[in-house]
């Protein structure tokens, strides 16, 4: 009967165990959504078939993403846009409607949704977003992707 229950209570404690690991775990990681809904800034590119280099604060892009589904960019410290953001269906590819150009609306007579997902999301954490371009290059006749390299704006 000692032993029966002696290891009736080994059970116990490894599940408990085990229930708290997995619970721990999982309790602190973020949503995709959670993670990208900040502020970033640019820091650098690796042009489709170039090097990476480092981009000037002065001449970096800042996007800011909301959860209401909408963000705002600014590029070169003047140009102002505006639009909707949204997820491909299993959260790997990014798109971005433009609304508004420095305070003009611009009219788009497509509905927007995921199909205009061309963004693959490289990398996403608290601190580090790093965007996938997709382009098409003419002179080249091949499609490839500018990788755009972020880190979170506080």
């Not at 999982?26 to 090097?51: A, E, H, N, P, V």
């Not at 981009?55 to 600014?74: P, Q």
């Not at 070169?76 to 409607?97: C, V």
Request: proline share 1%.
């Amino acid at each position: 009967m000692s032993i029966l229950y002696l290891k009736s209570n080994q059970l116990r404690l490894a599940f408990i165990i085990l229930s708290s690991v997995f619970l721990f775990a999982f309790y602190g990681q973020k949503s995709k959504t959670d993670l990208l809904c900040q502020k970033w800034r640019q820091i650098g590119i690796k042009s489709f078939g170039k090097d990476y280099h480092e981009i000037d604060k002065s001449m970096s892009e800042v996007i800011w993403f909301k959860k209401d589904g909408t963000y705002e960019n600014e590029l070169y410290g003047n140009l102002k846009f505006k639009g909707e953001w949204l997820f491909s269906d299993d959260s790997s590819k990014l798109a971005l409607g433009i609304s508004e150009m420095n305070g003009t609306p611009i009219s788009e007579n497509q509905p927007f949704n995921y199909r205009y997902a061309n963004d693959s999301i490289l990398i996403l954490t608290n601190d580090t977003f790093i965007d996938a371009r997709l382009a098409y290059f003419g002179n080249q006749e091949i499609y490839g992707h500018d990788d755009v390299y972020y880190i979170r704006e506080n």
